[in-house]
């Protein structure tokens, strides 16, 4: 799949796209269908689609003190784009010259003359734009006049409307169910396995350790998780601590998932860590042995939750 940057031509086989237009983070049911329709319309005109996203995240560029709400790399992007039928991601670096950029001119400019854009797909409620003056009235009047076509897909509702600020409210909430409802798959992380301090190892529970870097923060405790080491496929099921460890001094965030049944090398290899249940908040204990011990009924309801899973 192309990975396209606004800033360079696309070149002549991309141009004339449909283009869906959004952040598309979390590319949860309502991005979907915002894709979708572009893909369909795409595929019925014989032309390409393209799904659009910005990186960093508008909020990150205006307010960069914010605490890491991201749901997705743009690596996870990528791939999610592909799976629903694109033909490529266009990433729209935010910095200073496009937020400096008006909404007309991020019509003809960009859309028009840089990517020769056949039509748009937005939701409802998408802005761009200097000040994010831009609309979708905006494109329905100004970009028709200039031969720009446009569609809106209204937002999907399912016991309200589905936002990734209400999947990011679920993970904070430690609601991993719900996240992965409104998602159409569970909320992932994804890092390098890096050397520990082998605490896990020492108390009969070796962990893979990722830092959480940029990703949301989910509810820090433990959850039954699946691993999937990305250079071969292989999926593992496991229980996972996210948090800053209070049992140990310095505190230290992190992400310590421990796969059941897995004796392998996963230093220096890339892994996804899939949240499917939440078992408990993180929590000091008065001992080690009172800590193992709850550490094995972790894993043991870690098992039962994530045994309807099939084996990989």
Known sequence: MRWLDHREDIGPALRGAVIALGNFDGFHKGHQAVAGEAIDWAHDEGRPSIIATFDPHPVRFFRPDVPPFRLTTLEQRQELYLAAGATAMLVFHFDKDLA???????ITKILIERFGAYGVVTGGDFTFGQGAKGNVELLQGFGAQHGLKSRVVEAVEQEGVVSSSRIREALREGDPQLAAELLTRPFAIRGIVEHGDKRGRELGYPTANLTIENYLRPKYGIYAVTGRILATGQ???????????PQFEP?????????????????GQEIEVAFHHFLRGEAKFDSLEALMEQMEKDCDEARRLLSALPDD
């Not at 999926?235 to 460890?245: F, M, T």
């Not at 796969?259 to 392998?264: H, L, P």
């Open 100 to 106: 400096g950029t008006s909404a007309e001119d991020f």
């Open 235 to 245: 999926v593992l099921k496991g229980a996972a601590s996210v948090g800053i460890r």
């Open 251 to 267: 505190p230290k965030e992190l992400l310590e998932p421990h796969f059941f049944d897995f004796s392998g090398d996963l230093y």
